[in-house]
T-cell receptor, first 113, second 111 residues
Framework: DGGITQSPKYLFRKEGQNVTLSCEQN?????MYWYRQDPGQGLRLIYY???????QKGDIAEGYSVSREKKESFPLTVTSAQKNPTAFYLC????????????FGQGTRLTVV | DAKTTQPPSMDCAEGRAANLPCNHS???????VYWYRQIHSQGPQYIIH???NNETNEMASLIITEDRKSSTLILPHATLRDTAVYYC????????????FGKGTLLTVNP
């Protein structure tokens, strides 16, 4: 089945460690996105990528890094510079075109202790 | 992208119609209105979109005002499973890839 997969579903890390969240899609979509969600809050855009080897900062990129070496993959690294990394992280993808819907993964809940 | 404004929360009785408003007064002519919903701790799911005409699908109806400055998502017969956060966003698509969401409206359907 086509879709977008995030792994793992739950992730625990010690403070000061970098951690990488995986996002893979087999929908052949050009654009991919990372969002952060805190309790009771909406989705805030971290980074997005329109095409392989290119990506742009979203609204809250500080403390995060991404890469887009393959069309189907868009991993997010939460670095030790991120002050409050504990959150629910969502990945999405979307095809190019005038109207296209975004497809979301099921999310990764990161807890830093 | 144009900014959207939604009420933070709404309640609806099971079986009744749920009408969720969205204000997008700065929408430009080539921007679509999209609605998504997010059930607790899951990824958001696309519901419906429209440009200027009213739209209906198996999930919902979308009513866009003539001046396009606001819209209403209608769930005709709300069920308990419709309890979720509903997001209204606008985007022109095409080469405008940036996709931003606000806080949405938490719809609670009560038995």
């Amino acid at each position: 089945d086509g879709g977008i997969t995030q792994s793992p579903k739950y992730l625990f890390r010690k403070e000061g460690q970098n951690v990488t969240l995986s996002c893979e899609q087999n929908l052949n979509h050009d654009a991919m996105y990372w969002y952060r969600q805190d309790p009771g809050q909406g989705l805030r855009l971290i980074y997005y990528s329109q095409i392989v080897n290119d990506f742009q900062k979203g609204d809250i990129a500080e403390g995060y890094s991404v890469s887009r070496e393959k069309k189907e993959s868009f991993p997010l690294t939460v670095t030790s510079a991120q002050k409050n990394p504990t959150a629910f992280y969502l990945c999405a993808s979307r095809d190019r075109g005038r109207f296209t819907e975004a497809f979301f993964g099921q999310g990764t809940r990161l807890t830093v202790v | 992208d144009a900014k959207t404004t939604q009420p933070p929360s709404m309640d609806c009785a099971e079986g009744r119609a749920a009408n969720l408003p969205c204000n997008h007064s700065t929408i430009s002519g080539n921007e679509y209105v999209y609605w998504y919903r997010q059930i607790h701790s899951q990824g958001p799911q696309y519901i419906i979109h429209g440009l200027k005409n009213n739209e209906t699908n198996e999930m919902a109806s979308l009513i866009i005002t003539e001046d396009r400055k606001s819209s209403t998502l209608i769930l005709p017969h709300a069920t308990l499973r419709d309890t979720a956060v509903y997001y209204c966003i606008v985007n022109s698509g095409g080469s405008n890839y940036k996709l931003t969401f606000g806080k949405g409206t938490l719809l609670t359907v009560n038995p």
